[in-house]
């Protein structure tokens, strides 16, 4: 069965720290694996894209990173902001050319001052 | 100034209403999505479109409807065969088949009263 789950549920941390948010998934055949910053109340956009052959992708603060043969996939936050909080969620795509996207539950990051 | 709205942002309900969530792209993307998210749990796609005239249904189907009649547009009809319809639903479009990224709108929060 595809799933991807995601850990941890939620997280608290000190503006300024760094953190990491892992993601699991059992997707085949796998196509991509996207990372979404979701603010509350709001629609998800896309912070990251991660195909097979990539191991690494940086966009500013953040950095992603994916191991396709255990199937793992992180979110490295550095330094970080207020603005931060959010919901994170990974998206794995299914190669199969279909709709399918397979949603984590996110991880729900919470920066304090 | 291209992307995706829903509207309204905030809706309520009396039980045995039908209501209608409205979904519009400017992206030119073909494909068109409805998930629903509730607290704890990753999106459920209900209803997807990958051309105009036609719509498959995604996991959660039930209680609700779709339309397909303009590229721009996927309005979604809550029924009052859905149980339990209070949520966040959100809408997405994408160029194509699966894999593309998706572009969320910013959500419609709906409220059984």
């Known amino acids: 069965k595809n799933q991807v789950e995601q850990s941890p549920q939620s997280l608290i941390i000190l503006e300024g720290k760094n953190c990491t948010l892992q993601c699991n998934y059992t997707v085949s055949p796998f196509s991509n694996l996207r990372w979404y910053k979701q603010d509350t109340g709001r629609g998800p956009v896309s912070l990251t894209i991660?195909?097979?052959?990539?191991n690494t992708k940086s966009n500013g603060r953040y950095t992603a990173t994916l191991d396709a043969d255990t199937k793992q996939s992180s979110l490295h936050i550095t330094a970080s902001q207020l603005s931060d909080s959010a919901s994170y969620i990974c998206?794995?795509?299914?190669?199969?050319?279909?709709?399918?996207?397979?949603f984590g539950t996110g991880t729900r990051l919470k920066v304090l001052a | 100034d291209g992307g995706i709205t829903q509207s309204p942002k905030y809706l309520f309900r009396k039980e045995g209403q039908n209501v209608t969530l409205s979904c519009e792209q400017n992206l030119n993307h073909d494909a068109m999505y409805w998930y629903r998210q509730d607290p704890g749990q990753g999106l459920r796609l209900i209803y997807y479109s990958q051309i105009v005239n036609d719509f498959q249904k995604g996991d959660i189907a039930e209680g609700y409807s779709v339309s397909r009649e303009k590229k721009e547009s996927f309005p979604l009809t809550v029924t009052s065969a859905q149980k339990n319809p209070t949520a966040f639903y959100l809408c997405?479009?994408?160029?194509?088949?699966?894999?593309?990224?998706?572009?969320f709108g910013p959500g419609t929060r709906l409220t059984v009263l």
């Open positions: 997405a479009s994408s160029i194509g088949r699966g894999g593309n990224e998706q572009f």
């Open positions: 998206v794995v795509s299914a190669a199969s050319g279909t709709y399918k996207y397979i």
């Open positions: 991660m195909t097979f052959s990539e």
